[in-house]
């Protein structure tokens, strides 16, 4: 049964320090792994989707890399600011019969000014 | 731009009552879910599908049932609401359809549910 652990549950940086969140999975056998943003109380914004045949992605000030292989992905956010501030969710698809998609419970990041 | 829109922000039933929780998509996916999130729990899949008048059961079903009677619209139903249902619920489409899905999946504003 796929596994995804997001550590730190929670993090808070000054305002314009680059930083990585983490994602890891038990099993490489995934479609797909999407970054999603959640603001308190609001749904879900996709942020980037990296394919099991990628290795990263970028959008702007954001990054994600995938390594099926040790299960992990990171996103790294470049220059942050306070609006950044929000809890980051990873989410990943995993080949085989439940075939649906699996998420951590997410990364609580704060933005200092 | 996808967007998922779901009908209600709020809602504050009471025990007992019948609630309909609605969400419509305007790109045309044909595989849409409903999942619940609570703290310290994260999301749990609650039904999903994958087609008009197809349904399937996710992680914790019981107490739920769901519509889908259009390719758009995909409706969450608690029979009869008890307070353990107090939850945020969300609903989220993706397209590429058929049976497996592997595209970016949308979510909407999300539904907030009290049930007293």
């Known amino acids: 049964k796929q596994e995804v652990t997001q550590i730190p549950a929670a993090l808070s940086v000054p305002e314009g320090e680059n930083l990585v969140l983490n994602c890891s999975f038990t099993d490489s056998a995934i479609y797909n792994l999407q970054w999603f943003r959640q603001d308190p109380g609001k749904g879900l914004t996709s942020l980037l989707l990296i394919q099991s045949s990628q290795r990263e992605q970028t959008s702007g000030r954001l990054n994600a890399s995938l390594d099926k292989s040790s299960g992990r992905s990171t996103l790294y956010i470049a220059a942050s600011q306070p609006g950044d501030s929000a809890t980051y969710l990873c989410a990943v698809y995993t080949q085989g019969g439940s075939e649906k998609l699996v998420f951590g419970k997410g990364t609580k990041l704060t933005v200092n000014p | 731009d996808v967007k998922v829109t779901q009908s209600s922000r709020y809602l504050v039933k009471r025990t007992g009552e019948k609630v309909f929780l609605e969400c419509v998509q305007d790109?045309?996916?044909?595989?849409m879910f409903w999942y619940r999130q609570d703290p310290g729990l994260g999301l749990r899949l609650i039904y999903f599908s994958y087609d008009v008048k197809m349904k399937e059961k996710g992680d914790i079903p019981e107490g739920y049932s769901v519509s889908r009677e259009k390719k758009e619209r995909f409706s969450l139903i608690l029979e009869s609401a008890s307070t353990n249902q107090t939850s945020m619920y969300l609903c989220?489409?993706?397209?590429?359809?058929?049976?497996?899905?592997?595209?970016?999946?949308?979510f909407g504003e999300g539904s907030r549910l009290t049930v007293l």
């Open positions: 989220a489409s993706s397209g590429l359809g058929g049976q497996h899905w592997t595209g970016e999946l949308f």
């Open positions: 790109m045309d996916h044909e595989n």
